[in-house]
């Protein structure tokens, strides 16, 4: 099963970007015996600047057809990690294609992709910026992968 990361924005070269594209190789090297993986990022723009839902249709867009979405906001359930790997490990177990990660701008996300969402998870009660959910995100993947994986990884 596919993983994306589809996010509103362009994470531009330096050291957050580095760390996403870190963990995001490792998610591939550690899943691909689980089923899981390759980890992928897809950045959408609104450049005619319509705000929430016009990220809304193009976050949408990006999602594969049989894809389980997972909506990144800050009303969602906080997952324990071993919680957010059963996640993934339940939708690939059900034959879904891809998993996508749906991050949403400056804004946050339309009510219309929380509801097209299978869930909605938070990284707490917190609002984070954009563009280092990308990289707290890319962490869990390869996290969960690790866990689906039993590697020493997770000590949790």
């Known amino acids: 099963m596919r993983l994306i990361v589809c996010a509103v924005g362009r994470l531009r070269a330096g050291p957050e970007r580095d760390i996403v594209s870190d963990y995001l190789t490792r998610t591939g090297r550690t899943g691909g015996p689980v089923g899981v993986g390759p980890a992928t990022v897809q950045e959408v723009e609104d450049r005619a600047r319509g705000g929430p839902s016009a990220e809304a249709r193009l976050l ?6 049989g894809a389980a979405v997972c909506a990144l906001d800050e009303r969602g359930r906080a997952l324990s990690s071993p919680e957010f790997a059963e996640l993934i490990a339940g939708w690939r177990d059900a034959g879904r294609p891809a998993a996508a990660f749906l991050i949403g701008g400056a804004e ?3 009510p219309e992709v929380r509801a097209r969402a299978d869930a909605v998870t938070a990284f707490g009660p917190m609002v984070w910026p954009h563009m280092l959910v990308r990289v707290m995100l890319s962490e869990q993947l390869y996290r969960a992968t690790a866990i689906l994986a039993g590697t020493p990884y997770h000590r949790g």
């Open 60 to 65: 949408l867009r990006a999602v594969p057809k």
């Open 108 to 110: 946050g996300l339309d």
